[in-house]
């Protein structure tokens, strides 16, 4: 019997967890649309996928994968919630809860249905995001908690509370009447995964395309179903235009490249053709709205031929729109640099100040310190910071641009 190589071991079972990742949202989301009961679902698609982790590096990956999971974790649940029912109904409910064949490939709704029902209404706002992003993001507890700027306790707490709200709840998809009240909440949820996929908060790599790619994939779902809807429109706008710098954000090692020094050249022009049509679009929808003012703000960045050609006055003015909607310490984050170029290093700096409360503890803030400190010549000064940015931020790629930056600036 020929013995495996650990090299092409290791290799098998890399593949193996990708594939995993992938179906997980997608057989939760079949789960919970048949049976609804979403803390039981998500135990039989954790066996589920516990048993492919074992079976597959030996056996070999089924030709369905998507469709094995979903046989496998349909069974666990069934006879969980066969034990569960009392024993005057048990043969009906087992009737009831036979699983339908798997071998066709389930709806391309499925996630999208689990990302609807994960944002019920009888939870609080914070604790839809933070389910939405465990089980339809694969997101970890350190990841959505960073992307909300609180500590993990919380969000733990968040999704912990979640779940124990929502045990034996049954679901129902939304209709009519209740899409529009959690379509805010399903936004900002694909805006966080986005997020966590272009750049990812913690690891090896810069961009976790796997991550990006479902965002863009199920917003683009969600623009299906309303189609008139600007604030739609313009978040798959803004993920457009923002993944078509993807291919130019690192070099051939995985450095981080800056947006004002990448190879323009690189840039997926096709992205940018529809993501601009798609901002003049959403404007045309009626009052813009924070994603359209952000997808606006992309376009100002992509349409300009060189960094030096960028419209920075307009962006500026952009921005004290979308903070006048929305006073996220990022984006006035991002004015603040807007402020820079406009007016100069020393006001971007004196903007920085007001933020020191709300992002002290972010590498970001420390970044954007660093940098406007260079700019004034404050070499010293600009060097500590980078090494304070780099301490602080959990991305290797980015660690790594950060202490280049320090270490040229000189002891």
């Known amino acids: 019997m020929h013995e495996q190589d650990p090299a ?52 070999g990956t089924p030709a369905n994968p998507r469709g094995w999971l979903i046989r ?6 069934t006879d969980r919630l066969r034990a569960d029912e009392a024993r005057a109904r048990r043969e009906e409910t087992a009737a009831r809860l036979e699983p339908r064949d798997t071998r066709a490939a389930p709806s391309d709704d499925d996630t999208l249905t689990l990302l609807f029902l994960s944002c019920d209404p009888e939870l609080a706002p914070a604790a839809r995001i933070a389910l939405t992003l465990r ?28 779940k124990a709200k929502l045990r034996d709840h049954p679901f129902h998809p939304p209709g009519p009447e209740d899409r529009d009240a959690r379509l805010a909440t399903v936004l900002q949820v694909l805006y966080l995964i986005f997020n966590e996929g272009y750049t990812a908060t913690s690891g090896p790599t810069l961009h976790r395309a796997d991550l990006a ?33 993807s291919a130019a954000r690192t070099g051939t090692h995985g450095e981080l490249i800056p947006l004002d020094e990448q190879d323009r050249g690189l840039w997926d022009s096709e992205a940018i053709t529809e993501g601009t049509a798609l901002v003049e679009e ?31 006055p307009q962006i500026l003015a952009l921005y004290d729109l979308l903070i006048a909607q929305v006073p996220d310490p990022m984006a006035e984050l991002g004015r603040a640099v807007a402020v820079a170029m406009v007016h100069g290093p020393e006001s971007g700096l004196t903007e920085l100040t007001a933020l020191e409360p709300r992002l002290k503890d972010h590498h970001r803030l420390a970044a954007v310190r660093a940098h406007l400190l260079e700019h004034t010549g404050a070499t010293e000064a600009a060097r500590e910071a980078y090494e304070e940015a780099a301490r602080l931020t959990l991305n290797i790629p980015e660690r790594h641009y950060l202490r280049t930056r320090a270490s040229r600036l000189g002891h």
């Open 135 to 162: 089980a339809v993001g694969g997101l970890t507890t350190a990841e959505i908690a960073r992307a909300h700027l609180v500590p993990e306790a919380t969000i733990a707490q968040r999704i912990s509370r979640a």
């Open 213 to 245: 790619r479902e965002a863009i994939r199920l917003t683009r779902a969600v623009r299906r179903l309303l189609p008139r809807e600007g604030a739609v429109a313009g978040l798959l706008a803004l993920m457009l235009l923002t993944e078509a710098r």
């Open 282 to 312: 959403a404007l045309a929808e009626g009052p813009p709205g924070p994603y359209q003012l952000q997808a606006a703000i992309a376009a100002l960045h992509d349409e300009a031929a060189r960094a030096e050609d960028t419209d920075w």
């Open 8 to 59: 092409e071991t290791a290799e098998l079972a890399e593949t193996v967890e990708d594939l995993l990742r992938r179906h997980a949202p997608q057989v939760l989301g079949a789960l919970v649309r048949r049976y609804g009961h979403f803390d039981a679902a998500e135990d039989a698609v954790q066996e589920a996928l516990l048993a492919a982790a074992r079976q597959w590096p030996e056996t």
């Open 72 to 77: 496998v974790a349909s069974r666990r649940l």
